[in-house]
């Protein structure tokens, strides 16, 4: 009897992205720090810590089970962790996607520090003088909460960004332009693709947003800065599933948030 959905798979994202929602938090904890002096909390903030945990468990646990599901209608989904549960080797099919997971992770992290230091940051000095220190990255907290922070990246916004997020636009464009066996065709996933990157960086603007005003050119920063990884991740979720996808953006972290500590 078939499942409609891999179950072990299932457990698995679900406890691994519960464990990167609080690995993360020392990391978030930091960069509000200043916003929670100011704020009068009415309850104590251990407690709203553990619910907000609690609550993006179950978050979690539906995008998980939708993005699964969809995933397997489009022909995506997890490969490494299907053959894991089955009991069959994976190692010939991770050494065949890691080098190019990893080198696409690095290169992404390079590419987002290259723009901002040579053409965003000198662009918002002159439109916003001072007021753009507010988005200096060398102020950024310790290298291992960035390390922490690397598995949220890596597992949770994979899992929100690619399995869900983009697996639906896939699937919702499949209803408008299809192949033979009625799976999306290559230019539904690229717009599925970029739609969902474009989202993870309109995701950012709230918390830019309390640091500095929303110009034209801050929303542009902040948008095409983080689409450029998503935009090469999700290329490697269509190629090589959730996994490869995964191991580029923890790869891009590693280099952002540790090694470099922006």
């Not at 499949?174 to 065709?185: A, C, E, H, L, Y």
């Not at 830019?208 to 801050?218: F, R, S, Y």
């Amino acid at each position: 009897m078939k499942t409609i959905i891999n179950w072990r798979v299932f457990f698995i994202l679900w406890i691994a992205s519960t464990i990167a929602i609080i690995a993360i938090l020392p990391y978030t904890l930091e960069l509000q720090s200043g916003a929670l002096e100011q704020l009068d909390l009415p309850i104590p903030l251990p407690v709203i810590i553990t619910l907000q945990v609690i609550q993006n468990g179950l978050f979690f646990a539906v995008c998980i089970f939708l993005g699964m599901l969809l995933a397997k209608r489009i022909g995506l989904g997890t490969p490494i962790l299907d053959s894991v549960t089955r009991g069959e080797s994976v190692f010939n099919k991770v050494r065949a996607f890691l080098p190019i997971s990893i080198g696409f992770g690095v290169l992404a992290s390079l590419l987002i520090i290259g723009l901002d230091l040579y053409i965003f940051q000198p662009a918002l000095i002159q439109e916003l003088g001072e007021k753009a220190n507010a988005l200096n990255l060398t102020a950024q907290p310790a290298a291992w909460k960035g390390l922490l922070a690397s598995f949220y990246g890596g597992i949770a916004e994979e899992i929100l960004l690619r399995l869900f997020a983009m697996s639906l636009l896939a699937w919702l464009g499949s209803f408008v332009n299809k192949t033979r066996d009625g799976k999306p065709t290559n230019i539904i996933f690229w717009i599925a693709n970029i739609l969902a990157a474009i989202l993870f960086g309109i995701g950012h603007l709230p918390a830019v947003a309390l640091v500095i005003p929303l110009t034209t050119l801050v929303i542009i920063r902040i948008v095409l800065l983080n689409a450029i990884g998503g935009i090469m991740f999700g290329w490697l979720y269509q190629k090589h599933g959730l996994e490869s996808a995964m191991v580029a953006h923890f790869s891009a972290d590693i280099v952002l948030h540790v090694l470099l500590a922006l």
